[in-house]
């Protein structure tokens, strides 16, 4: 590297000049535990490795053919200073709290290919220095380029092209490039004046129900009951593959494929096949491993014999040797597991752990990515013998930074453990058993089950949500196959399965489901429960951060959901009933409708503000056939201190809270026929019970109709 110039032993924030042997990241920047090689500022392609030490990021590069040969070096040199510079303080006190002096490698690369982006835009126009780039073009840019994206995403580019002038700034030799309008002028009135889009969590659409149950059925029963069989087999697997390997060619080896592979072929029977490469081929390595010849020997004697044309006409299994414990609806799910299934069955194993995890943890999807083996230990019993919860330690990414602001890519262990219920921890000790301890859950190089590429850090998004495609399909045809068309799995109505929408899901059916119209309603309760207690052993995250905030926000839509409804079903004359109805309908005259899915990020901080409302927030109970005009001493489902919504599946008759309208009772009279009919085709004491059910709910209906009152007369 070369001297350093005057003005650099001046201003610490001035870097010096790198030479063409320069690395791209110096060696500050990189963590001890960061292994990625390096590049030099010569080459053509600089990774980003170096400063990537999250288990489920890309590890992406910048590519400098991108950039026109006349303005790459000015270019290149404002995208070195980035990557290994920090902003001055005086330039960051004026940009806001989430300003920060040095950002994370994603981020860079995106401001590096939006200052390429500029770099054509002015060789286009015959523009061959930065320094050439003035107020008149800065201009003429923004006219162009922000008119084509949202005001959210323009106001990102104007503060990826202020920073192309700011870290100018701070080269050893500075490009000389003009200080964009809009830091002057203001931003305002640069961007779009519409086509905002709110961004994050809350953004994006939850998995519908018809989609999301039997998903986490089948997942869960992978975990749950196929788990040991599946396992079992790829370790038999693996096993034969090493012994077909390590076999050497002998004459008792020729001996034993006359002696079974040949009677075989010459009886008519199906020959053991595969089809690995798109077409049927004789299972060599298979025949190899239990006839105890070497694989060689097995091509030549199909060749010899012509048994690849037999095999290709009668295809015939490759069972391993495993018994099968899983059952599906009390009978076994396989008469065996097949060698040729054994790695697709092992992909899909990690996929339906990683559903689980990723829908009852909250989790985001990097929080998962990066738990490893040894995150759940088994609690230790109390004093007084009860059995503690199961605690996930983990690292959590999102807006980690050190004390001077700068993003820190590892991210850092959360000072406060997730709680895991059961399906998690089943989840977890399976992916624990394909990974090797202390390594991370979805190790990609643990996880590629068909592939020997030597990959680094966790599955990738994009590759889980093609698993997760994958494994819907899987588990439909198996659903058809065992005559279980109500599992199957429908396309969901906003597109595909990706990983952000479970966590957004789960606060959903929290608020929206509480009674069982998905599996693991009780598990709900139970998260309800902890999320609402907002202590700082809480569930989801710390304080009211994380989980909570998407949980207050889809219970706010919900509770306008019902109130709405309410509204409009006194509207079309149908009269109230219940202790609360008065206070339900002034709820209901005084709660906004919510027309749309989509909500800006401030709206959490209002939900949060709404539902503290005690005793006029309104709350839909499907399945007890009622409304909940929660208020906390009144109710009798025994809420925690401070919760702000009922505990709903565990909603009890004569609650003061309680308020139905003249659908319900409609509706729990039609309940009522369905469990006639079903007591009708019960046994004894069944029946007895399913009638006495139903008897109640249709006095529970007829208390409505001799107590129920218009809303004029109530108000």
Known sequence: M?????????????????????????PQWISTSNTHPNSFYQDAI?????LIDNPGTNLVNLHWKNCPEPLRDQVKLAAWTMLNGQLRPTYLQTRGVQARSRSGAADMLATCLEWMRLARWLHERQITSLGACTDTE????????LHQVSRDTAAIICVRLANLWAFDQLSARPSGITRPP?????????LPTTGTTAGGENATEPLDPRVLGPLLIWAIRFVDDFADDILAAWTERRRLIAVAAATKASPAGWAALEEWLLPMARAGHPLPASSEKREIQVATTYIAALTGSNRGQVSRFVKQHGLAEIAAARPGPCPLKV???????????REHVDFNEAAELMRHLGTAATIILLYLTGMRPQEVQGL?????????????????RHLIHSHHYKNVTDDDGNHISAGEIRQVPWVAITPVVHAIRVLERIVPEGELLLSAAHHAFRSSHSSTGALRQDTLTLR???FVNWANREAETQGLPGETIPDDPHGAIRLSRFRRSLAWHIARRPGGLIALAIQYGHMRTVLDARTS???GARGRQGIHAILDVETALAAADTAARLRDRVAAGENVSGPAARRALTAATHTPRFEGRIVPRTFARKASTFLARDGIVLYDNPDAFLICAFKHDNALCEPEPGATAPRQYDCRPGCGNTVRADTHARQLRERAAELDQLAAHSPGPVSKRLRANANRLRETADTHDTSARTAEALT
């Open 2 to 26: 070369t001297a350093v110039g005057t003005a650099a032993e001046i201003d610490t924030y001035v870097l010096a000049m790198p030479s063409p042997a320069s690395p791209v990241v110096l």
């Open 46 to 50: 600089w990774s980003m490795a170096p």
């Open 138 to 145: 800065w201009r003429a840019y923004a006219r162009e380029r």
């Open 182 to 190: 809009w830091e002057t002028e203001g931003v305002d009135d640069f």
């Open 323 to 333: 018994p099968i414990t899983g059952k599906i609806n009390g009978k076994p799910w």
């Open 372 to 388: 490893r083996s040894g995150c759940c230990p088994d609690p230790e019993p109390a004093d007084d013998g009860t059995k503690g």
């Open 468 to 470: 997760i495609e994958s």
């Open 537 to 539: 052993s809480g569930y």
